[in-house]
């Protein structure tokens, strides 16, 4: 009876665990790929000789919006601000890049 009853507990435990970890989502907060790819393709007498195929990966956000959305590394900057919000110090930090207006707007905004 008591080998049962904890083959039962266990059993009851493992699929509670189960089920927490198939129904947990993991939100994806950046929506820029992680690696893009591209081709180039020689063409000779309009026969393909050569195709290469680039793939690059990043996780840095700057070189991302360089790709993505045009964004000029060399004319971003990273700021860091310390300040009380309840009492509490509290270290913040960014990063501003030029718009096509010369403006400087936060990296998430392009």
């Not at 996780?59 to 971003?76: Q, S």
């Not at 601000?81 to 509490?88: N, R, S």
Request: net charge neutral; charged share 20%; proline share 5%.
């Amino acid at each position: 009876m008591t080998r049962t009853l904890v083959s039962l507990l266990s059993l009851t435990t493992a699929s509670f665990l189960l089920i927490g970890c198939s129904t947990t989502t993991t939100p994806n907060p950046d929506p820029n790929p992680y690696c893009t790819t591209s081709e180039s393709i020689t063409l000779e007498n309009n026969s393909k000789t050569n195709s290469t195929v680039k793939l690059e990966c990043s996780d840095d956000h700057l070189t991302r919006a360089e790709k993505f959305y045009g964004v000029d590394k060399r004319n971003c900057r990273f700021w860091e601000k310390t300040m009380q919000v309840g009492g509490v110090t509290k270290q913040t930090s960014g990063v501003l890049c030029k718009d096509e207006n010369g403006n400087f707007r936060p990296l998430d905004q392009f």
